[in-house]
């Protein structure tokens, strides 16, 4: 494949990455949920899920936009160094001194820090993750309108997704758990798009 060949980069298409607008409100407004954010540090804890991406499918679910297997696939390829570059080791950094932290506040301030720059790494993966969404929409690789409703459909592809990829058995999506969490999240999810509309 000559480089004239291969797909355009849509991060590098000249324009800027938008931070924000109503895909961050939305998502500020589901994951400032309690129960929301146990359900996802649960999948995430479990399956290796990334939160920001599948927060930001459950956006376009929203809004209609549905994704098969194939376009998860893509669109996670398209952010996948971001996220094992910058956003992982942040969030590592913050984890590992959780402890420290709690017991001297030079180092509470440090993690504070941290936390804050690991929310902007995340919202520059969600641009990041938009852009491609578009970008995909616009040359034809993906426009899929679904109605109605694919709150739902959108998390099981994406845990789907997920679980298959740390090759673990799809039943344990079905326990009780994680039925508990799914459920969560969808509900909260339908929620907070009818607050906002």
Request: aromatic share 6%; with cysteine.
């Amino acid at each position: 494949m000559t480089d004239a060949d291969k797909p355009a980069n849509p991060i590098a298409s000249g324009s800027e990455l938008q931070l924000k607008g109503p895909h961050w409100t939305f998502i500020l407004k589901l994951y400032g949920s309690r129960e929301v954010q146990q359900a996802c540090l649960l999948l995430q804890d479990s399956f290796g899920i990334d939160i920001s991406f599948l927060l930001t499918l459950v956006w376009y679910a929203t809004h209609g936009v549905g994704f098969d297997h194939g376009d998860i696939e893509a669109l996670d390829h398209a952010i996948a160094s971001w996220r094992s570059d910058v956003v992982h080791p942040l969030r590592t950094m913050r984890r590992e001194i959780k402890l420290a932290a709690s017991q001297d506040g030079v180092i509470g301030d440090y993690r504070n820090k941290i936390k804050s720059i690991e929310i902007e790494a995340e919202q520059i993966e969600i641009a990041m993750l938009m852009k491609t969404v578009e970008w995909r929409k616009l040359t034809g690789v993906s426009d899929k309108t679904i109605e109605p409703a694919p709150i739902a459909r959108t998390v099981e592809t994406v845990l789907a997704f997920y679980v298959a990829r740390a090759e673990l058995p799809a039943v344990q999506l079905q326990m009780p758990a994680m039925r508990a969490a799914i459920n969560a999240l969808v509900d909260t999810a339908a929620r907070a798009n009818s607050e906002l509309r």
